[in-house]
């Protein structure tokens, strides 16, 4: 089946955008396109459906008979760079609570208020996909033991988003919700079971692409418009959000997963069309764009905060002469150090882990052979 490379960019973007909205608020950019630039709150939407796209396209058509594999293989991918970034995040906040750091080092900080944002911040939302990866196998194998079509599977996302959005704008309407930072706030936008539904709604995505691959990466114009609709709809909802709220007449909770509709629009449309967008965001220097985008995301606040401790002073003359250069160079300079976490702690750091599993199995079967 055709890799739709495109993905890759997409996430970069993504990640892009997270950053833009913690630390570029002041920038020429956010006065002009501050809603759609600075998106960071539902750039996470993204990620869940990108991430249970991905994975249904590669298993749909085959079990997962080894559990311990598939983790593994998961555990590879998140765990090096995620450990570097949360002690790097703990030496340089000062002081760290046990229950913080046994939260975040299982994975656990987005189940319990206040602890989401505790130590390294961003990586709450580590926490709800190590949560996606858990359950993943257990949707897959529901699907393949009850021989659900792709048809019926959609419905059941399409549905389970509805309901999903119907109980957080319910919840934002009535008492519970009492702002930032709250219990309450936190079991709204960071708690994984409001984001599950972005997660199905990949898996659906996926499960159609899969099915049905001829309906997919074709030329001509109606797919390159149907890629230019998504694109168009996804703008506007994310710069224009209260005409639309004021549209729907209830809340719309943008950061907890309503984003993961048009999202999954966006997705299909870039897999459906084979075109001179896809094309340019499959070039081999964007896909390497978007293979930094995990380390770019999870070191942000540990770089920012050397950075602005450390090497800030350092180069005031030149941040004078770039306009917003304070937050530019931060951002060159996070890319930088993100292709370098690329190739000296991600890969050998997934390769290792790979090994040490292939060599545990590899003692077991002669252990059981003797």
Not at 120 to 137: C, E, G, K, Y
């Amino acid at each position: 089946m055709k890799r739709v490379d495109s993905f890759q960019f997409l996430r970069f973007l993504a990640a892009l955008s997270v950053i833009f909205y913690h630390y570029g608020q002041g920038i020429w950019l956010s006065k002009t396109f501050h809603l759609f630039v600075f998106n960071g709150p539902r750039m996470f939407s993204l990620f869940y459906v990108l991430s249970g796209f991905v994975l249904t396209v590669s298993h749909i058509k085959r079990n997962i008979a080894n559990l311990r594999d598939y983790y593994v293989s998961r555990i590879a991918r998140i765990v090096p760079v995620y450990m570097v970034a949360l002690f790097l995040s703990a030496l340089l906040s000062g002081s760290v609570s046990i229950t913080a750091l046994f939260l975040n080092l299982t994975f656990l900080q987005a189940w319990f208020p206040p602890y989401p944002l505790s130590i390294n911040s961003p990586a709450w939302s580590l926490s709800v996909q190590a949560f996606f990866f858990f359950i993943f196998p257990f949707i897959l194998s529901a699907i393949q033991k009850n021989n659900l079509s792709w048809q019926k599977f959609g419905l059941i996302a399409l549905v389970f988003y509805v309901f999903t959005q119907a109980i957080i704008s319910n919840l934002m309407s009535a008492d519970f919700y009492t702002g930032f930072p709250s219990p309450s706030h936190d079991l709204i936008y960071y708690f994984p079971l409001p984001h599950l539904c972005s997660f199905i709604l990949g898996m659906a995505g996926g499960y159609l692409y899969a099915s049905r691959p001829e309906w997919f990466n074709k030329p001509g114009y109606l797919p390159l418009f149907a890629l230019i609709g998504a694109i168009a709809i996804n703008f506007l909802i994310l710069q224009y959000p209260d005409n639309l709220q004021s549209i729907a007449g209830f809340p719309l909770v943008y950061g907890a997963s309503f984003n993961s509709l048009p999202y999954l629009l966006l997705i299909l449309g870039l897999a459906y069309s084979q075109s001179f967008i896809t094309r340019a965001m499959a070039l081999p220097f964007l896909e390497k764009l978007g293979e930094i985008s995990y380390s770019l995301y999870i070191l942000q606040q540990p770089i920012e905060t050397l950075y602005r401790e450390h090497i800030l002073t350092h180069i005031a003359g030149l941040i004078k002469i770039i306009p917003d250069g304070s937050f530019y160079i931060y951002v060159l300079l996070l890319i930088l150090i993100s292709f370098g976490s690329l190739y000296c702690i991600e890969k050998p750091g997934k390769k290792l882990i790979l090994e040490i599993n292939k060599s545990f199995q590899k003692m077991h079967w002669i252990v059981n052979t003797l």
